[in-house]
């Protein structure tokens, strides 16, 4: 296994408040390769040839949402940082800005003037202060040592960026959604197309990318992205931050290369499962993701559509036989009643009848009735929902019926 380090080479080695110590390690030489030595579309080449895929679970070529919007002829472009990250155990953007927002803040400046964007956001986590607090601060010595703002490094490129906090609402994770909630909208997805690299915020050109993949575009610049693109799997290259929770030796967020098993993560990066514990399943990608059992193990974890389990976020529950199924299967059902938007009857009505089979299946009285219920609201979340938040609702309980055999019990 590749012992590349991109993301967390420099975790816990440098201050995260200080630029100098950036500097010190090599920051914002890519910032500066890219101004003095590339011109625009030669970095978006890079990039594409990288292969690299959004890190924010939907895995789409980052080169290309870039190129897009870069060979738009509209004269007003904006970049925007999905930091939003609202999906439940996973925090690996929060950890890349408290422990390198220097090199968050580099890709987003190489990313935005790549595409002629002037103005770039960082749309942050309400809930996230400590992290805009750090943000903030990074950005403010970026901007005394010229690489932000007008005529970057001597350049004439200019650039402004501003860190908008959310409200913590899930939905907002959705690019349209984020869009909505910049302007000032309620914050909802909108139909597409048109699609944001086409008519995005204010309805111009916009690029939305993850905080993980934009942390990955300095080490591309620098390196380039043939040599990016053979670390890990072939279909969707390079390192990944994951998630370990739950019944695992070692918690925490782990650099590893795409194409790693669950098995490899949990064995070799997060210790093995906790002593006196028997392992269950494991669910992938956060509350949204699939439910996984002993003999899927050993299947690889890429952004690829043919990837029988999806990688989304990264993150990696494990879950032992001690857990009560009913509790955990409440805590889903209760997050995305929460957090639907409300915007189309399937969602809104879907994971609120979900939620009232939830309690019940806790207290034990579910019927035959609540049973064949189930699957018609599954069905209709998977199918008939606006944006995909009610597909998502429907994942881990469709696994629950399917491979914990749920409604046998």
């Given at each position: ?126 809930n996230y202060e ?28 200019d650039l402004d ?117 028997d392992f269950w ?129």
């Amino acid at each position: 296994m590749e012992n590349t380090k991109i993301l967390t080479i420099n975790w816990g080695k440098i201050n995260p408040l200080k630029i100098g110590d950036y500097l010190a390690v090599g920051g914002y030489l890519a910032l500066k390769k890219f101004v003095s030595e590339m011109k625009p579309d030669e970095a978006i080449e890079e990039i594409v040839a990288s292969k690299l895929s959004g890190r924010g679970g939907a895995g789409y070529a980052t080169g290309e949402k870039l190129k897009m919007v870069a060979e738009s002829e509209s004269h007003e472009k904006y970049f925007i940082c999905n930091l939003d990250e609202s999906e439940p155990g996973t925090y690996k953007d929060r950890m890349i800005a408290d422990n390198n927002p220097q090199l968050l803040l580099e890709g987003i400046i190489i990313a935005a003037l790549s595409i002629g964007a002037h103005k770039a956001y960082i749309y942050i986590n309400g809930n996230y202060e400590k992290q805009k607090e750090t943000l903030e601060t990074a950005r403010a010595q970026a901007h005394k040592k010229n690489f932000l703002g007008a005529g970057i490094l001597g350049s004439a490129y200019d650039l402004d960026v501003e860190i908008f906090s959310g409200a913590g609402a899930y939905i907002c994770g959705e690019e349209t959604a984020l869009i909505n909630s910049i302007e000032g909208k309620r914050g909802e997805p909108r139909l597409r197309p048109p699609f944001p690299t086409e008519a995005g915020l204010f309805g111009k050109p916009t690029a939305v990318n993850n905080a993980e993949t934009i942390a990955n575009i300095p080490w591309i610049i620098l390196n380039g992205g043939k040599k990016y693109a053979k670390i890990g799997a072939s279909c969707s290259p390079g390192m990944k931050l994951y998630i370990l929770g739950g019944s695992v030796k070692k918690p925490g967020v782990v650099e590893a290369p795409t194409g790693v098993t669950i098995r490899e993560l949990v064995d070799d990066f997060g210790g093995g499962v906790t002593p006196g514990r028997d392992f269950w399943f494991a669910q992938i990608g956060g509350a949204s993701g699939r439910l996984v059992l002993e003999k899927e193990l050993d299947m690889p974890l890429t952004f690829s559509r043919d990837c029988q389990i999806p990688l989304g976020s990264g993150s990696i529950l494990v879950v032992d036989k001690m857990a009560n199924i009913s509790d955990l299967i409440l805590s889903w059902t209760e997050f995305f009643r929460r957090e639907s938007c409300g915007k189309c009857v399937p969602c809104r009505e879907g994971t609120f009848r979900l939620h009232e089979i939830a309690l019940r299946l806790q207290d034990g009285e579910i019927s035959e009735r609540d049973k064949v219920a189930i699957k018609d609201i599954l069905w209709t979340l998977e199918s008939t929902t606006f944006c995909p938040l009610g597909r998502f609702a429907a994942t881990a309980m469709r696994d629950a019926v399917e491979k914990l055999n749920l409604l046998d019990k």
